[in-house]
């Protein structure tokens, strides 16, 4: 699957209808503010990508970034219907038919400039996160899969719970290395004083490939 960039005549349209306003019920936020500047973020109902809020693994890559499957909404509401449980699709498609049926009849026009360059900026930024996940990963077998469609609040848990997986296997190195010494002063009282079989030596042997000092050394440490 390909992320699509928004076409500037989807982006357009989508100002065109939204009276310059977030589309979310009661806001008065506004999408453009008085320096000409786009403050505002244009949203897909139905993600564009695996993982991402509502997706919709039905559709295909050209209709997710279709004009029907946008709504423009102020940052604070996007945050909130991030919420899948209470912001079903049907509730954001019908949310942008009566903000466009409200604020359509006076057509919003955006000036060309800011919407090349919001457009410009899309496309940019897609291509960037696309570039530095596939191609400047510093060890790209230990990439971590990254949606970007996913909102600040998003990515932030995701981080977290990162961070609980990395103190996890240090924690798990810790105590790998504590019991280290105690497993070789073993093995080696065994095997001098006869008691191990070919078997169990072999096997004490295999074993020890699971200390995290060899599999440091030979850098497997994205098996654990």
Not at 194 to 201: N, P, S
């Amino acid at each position: 699957m390909t992320r699509k960039f928004i076409r500037q005549e989807t982006i357009r349209a989508l100002f065109a209808r939204s009276g310059n306003h977030c589309a979310f019920p009661g806001c008065t936020a506004t999408l453009i503010n008085e320096k000409n500047q786009f403050i505002g973020q244009i949203c897909h109902i139905e993600a564009a990508e695996p993982g991402g809020e509502r997706y919709n693994d039905q559709q295909t890559d050209e209709h997710r970034r279709q004009y029907e499957n946008l709504i423009l909404l102020c940052y604070p509401h996007h945050i909130e219907t991030n919420d899948v449980t209470e912001y079903q699709a049907t509730r954001l498609f019908q949310m942008k038919a009566a903000h466009e049926s409200s604020h359509g009849q006076k057509i919003f026009k955006i000036d060309e400039s800011l919407l090349f360059k919001i457009a410009s900026e899309m496309e940019a930024y897609w291509k960037s996160i696309d570039e530095a996940h596939r191609m400047r990963h510093a060890v790209a077998d230990l990439a971590i899969p990254i949606d970007a469609d996913s909102s600040y609040i998003q990515l932030a848990e995701a981080s977290y719970a990162l961070l609980d997986k990395l103190r996890e296997f240090r924690e798990m190195l810790c105590q790998s290395d504590e019991k280290l010494v105690d497993w070789v002063r073993d093995f080696l009282q065994k095997v001098t004083s006869g008691e191990l079989t070919d078997d169990e030596y072999d096997r004490r042997l295999h074993a020890f490939s699971g200390n995290n000092w060899e599999v440091l050394n030979l850098g497997k440490l994205r098996t654990y």
